[in-house]
C-alpha cells in the first residue's frame, strides 16, 4: 500500500498556512453541526450535572484519543515503510484521523441511538409513506443510520463541512449501502465492517469515487457497493471505542449510580500488573472519588490507546489488503477486560430508568414531528398546516421542486436529525399547545 497516498491531498495553504486536513478540522469546530452536539444526549439525556458528557465532549475527547492513536501509529509505519519525511506523514495521518473522529457523530439524532431507531420505527409503522421509492431507498428509511447521516452532511457539496475524501473514508465506519444481496463470498456478511451501512443511496455516487480513489477491496457484485475499511477507519472506531467505554463508567460513578470500588475493580486488570498497586496507593491518596475515577480513567485511556496502535501494527498486512475486518480492541492483550467493562455498563447504566424514560418520551416526540412534517408537505394549503409551517425552515414546509419524493424525506430527516434534544421538545409542545413562548 502506498501510504503516503493517504495523506495525499489539495494541500495548497490558506493565508493562514492551514493544509486540507486543519481547515477539515476548522471547519468542524465552527459548524452548526458540531455545535449542536453540545445538547444531545450520549448516556444520560439532558443532564444538570455539566460535568456528564454529551456529544459534543465525547467527540472532542474522542478526537484527541485518535490523534495519538494516528500519530503513534503512522510513526511506526514510517519506520517499517521507510518514509521519508516521517514527521510530515505522522502529523497528517494524526489530523486525518483527529478530525474524523470530531465528526463520528455529527450525524446523529437527537436522544442518542434511540432517536435512529424511532425514525426507523415512523417509516415501519407508516410504511405507505414510502410506497414508490426502490428496496434501497426503502432500506435507507426503515432502518435509519446516523453514520449515513453523517455522511451525507460532511459529503455536501458546497455544504457548511464538505470535508476532503481522506476524511471521509476514515470516517466511514461501515462502508456499504443499505441492502447487499450480492456479497462476493457468503463469509463476508459476517464482517464487522458489514454489521451495518455507511451512507444512503444519494450519496452512493460520493463513496463510489472514494473506494476507487483508494482502491478500497470490493466485496460485493456489480449490482451492490460493499467495501472493506479504509486503513485509518479502524483507528477512528478504536479511539470512539475506548472513549465511550471507559467515559460511561467515569459518568456512572460521577452519577453515584455505579459505586468507585466496583468500577475500579473493572478498570484496573486493563493495566499492568506491575502497576497495579502504585495506581491503587494513588487513588488512595486522592480527595474523592471523582478524583480518583478522573485518575484511573487516564491511566486506562492511556494503555487502551497503546495497545490499539500495537493491534494495528501486528495486522498490517490484514489491514492494508482489506482482510481484517473486526476491531482493534478485540484484537488486544485486555479484550476480555475490556469485554467485561462494557457488560457491567450495560447492566448498570444503559437500563436505567431515567434514561429509559426519557428515550421513550423521545421516541414519541421524533415519531410526532415526522408526522407533522410530511402532513405539511401533502397537505401544505390547509389552514391548520400554513400557521404550522410558520415554525419550520421554509425547505421543510415548502421543498424544493426538482427534489423527488426520496430526497424529500431525506429533507425530513436532515431536519430531525439537527435538533438537540431540547430543541426536539420544545417545537413539539408548542405544536401540541403544551407550552407556549414568553410574550414580551
Not at 59 to 76: D, K, M, P, Q, Y
Not at 117 to 131: C, D, K, P, Q, Y
Not at 321 to 337: A, M, P, R, W
Not at 362 to 377: M, P
Request: hydrophobic letters at 40%; a negative charge; charged letters at 25%.
Amino acid at each position: 500500500m502506498d501510504w503516503e497516498f493517504l495523506i495525499h491531498c489539495n494541500n495548497e495553504k490558506s493565508a493562514l498556512g492551514r493544509d486540507s486536513f486543519q481547515r477539515d478540522h476548522d471547519k468542524l469546530i465552527f459548524s452548526s453541526a458540531f455545535r449542536s452536539l453540545n445538547q444531545k444526549t450520549q448516556i444520560f439525556p439532558m443532564p444538570e450535572n455539566y460535568f456528564i458528557h454529551n456529544r459534543m465532549t465525547h467527540s472532542i475527547e474522542t478526537s484527541c484519543v485518535g490523534r495519538s492513536l494516528g500519530e503513534n501509529t503512522a510513526r511506526e509505519i514510517a519506520k517499517l515503510y521507510k518514509i521519508e519525511n516521517a514527521y510530515e506523514f505522522q502529523i497528517k495521518i494524526g489530523r486525518i484521523v483527529e478530525t474524523a473522529c470530531l465528526a463520528h457523530d455529527i450525524g446523529n439524532p437527537p436522544f442518542g441511538h434511540s432517536g435512529e431507531s424511532a425514525i426507523s420505527s415512523f417509516f415501519e409503522t407508516n410504511s405507505g409513506v414510502l410506497s414508490g421509492l426502490n428496496e434501497k431507498q426503502k432500506a435507507d428509511l426503515l432502518n435509519f443510520e446516523g453514520n449515513a447521516q453523517g455522511f451525507r452532511l460532511l459529503s455536501r457539496k458546497g455544504g457548511e463541512l464538505d470535508v476532503t475524501p481522506n476524511v471521509l473514508a476514515a470516517f466511514t465506519k461501515y462502508p456499504r449501502e443499505s441492502v447487499i444481496t450480492d456479497y462476493k463470498e457468503e463469509s463476508f456478511a459476517a464482517r464487522k465492517d458489514q454489521k451495518k451501512y455507511g451512507f444512503f443511496q444519494s450519496e452512493k455516487n460520493v463513496f463510489a469515487d472514494i473506494s476507487t480513489n483508494f482502491n478500497l477491496l470490493s466485496l460485493s457484485g456489480k449490482n451492490d457497493m460493499a467495501f472493506a475499511r479504509f486503513p485509518l477507519a479502524f483507528l477512528v472506531e478504536a479511539a470512539d471505542d475506548i472513549c465511550y467505554t471507559i467515559m460511561d463508567i467515569e459518568d456512572g460513578v460521577r452519577l453515584r449510580i455505579l459505586p468507585f470500588f466496583m468500577a475500579r475493580d473493572i478498570l484496573l486488570p486493563i493495566l499492568k500488573q506491575s502497576e497495579h498497586n502504585a495506581v491503587i496507593q494513588r487513588c488512595e491518596n486522592l480527595a474523592d472519588d471523582t478524583q480518583r475515577i478522573s485518575y484511573l480513567r487516564a491511566k486506562v485511556i492511556n494503555e487502551l490507546t497503546m495497545q490499539c496502535s500495537d493491534c494495528f501494527i501486528r495486522n498490517l498486512k490484514e489491514i492494508e489488503n482489506g482482510t481484517f475486518s473486526d476491531s482493534l480492541l478485540s484484537g488486544i492483550e485486555g479484550k476480555l477486560y475490556v469485554n467485561t467493562l462494557k457488560d457491567a455498563a450495560a447492566e448498570n447504566l444503559y437500563n436505567y430508568q431515567p434514561v429509559a424514560e426519557i428515550e421513550t418520551a423521545g421516541f414519541e416526540i421524533i415519531h410526532g414531528l415526522l408526522e407533522i412534517i410530511l402532513e405539511l408537505q401533502s397537505a401544505p394549503n390547509t389552514r391548520r398546516n400554513q400557521q404550522r409551517a410558520l415554525l419550520f425552515p421554509q425547505q421543510i414546509a415548502n421543498p424544493a421542486e426538482n427534489l423527488t419524493y426520496y430526497e424529500r424525506l431525506l429533507v425530513a430527516t436532515d431536519f430531525i436529525s439537527g435538533l438537540t434534544d431540547g430543541a426536539a421538545i420544545n417545537l413539539f409542545n408548542k405544536i401540541r399547545g403544551v407550552s407556549f413562548p414568553r410574550i414580551y
